[in-house]
């Protein structure tokens, strides 16, 4: 029986190497988790700098308040 298209994606997601650009806890450094592939990607250029810098503040703050989820943006516009 094949998978569900929903399967596929939860499969296909499980399979990426999810961490923190530090590679550190989240609940340490406060930063985002995101695909490693994603992480690299973003540091390797000054934008991709700026942009992850922005979802850690907004992480941080959301985490201040409480919030276990954050609306970081950095997946904004990913099909999933």
């Known amino acids: 029986m094949p998978l ?3 399967q596929k994606s939860l499969k296909r997601w499980t ?4 961490r ?4 550190k806890k989240s609940s340490e450094t406060g ?6 592939k994603t992480i690299k990607k973003l ?3 000054k934008s991709g700098r700026a942009k992850l ?3 850690n503040r ?3 703050a959301a985490t ?4 276990q989820y954050a609306k970081h943006g950095l997946h904004k516009g990913k099909k999933r």
């Open 4 to 6: 569900k298209k929903s």
């Open 15 to 18: 399979k990426q190497k999810w």
């Open 20 to 23: 923190t650009a530090s590679g």
């Open 31 to 36: 930063e985002v988790y995101a695909p490693s």
């Open 43 to 45: 540091k390797s250029t």
């Open 53 to 55: 810098a922005a979802a």
């Open 58 to 60: 907004k992480k941080r």
């Open 64 to 67: 201040r308040k409480g919030k």
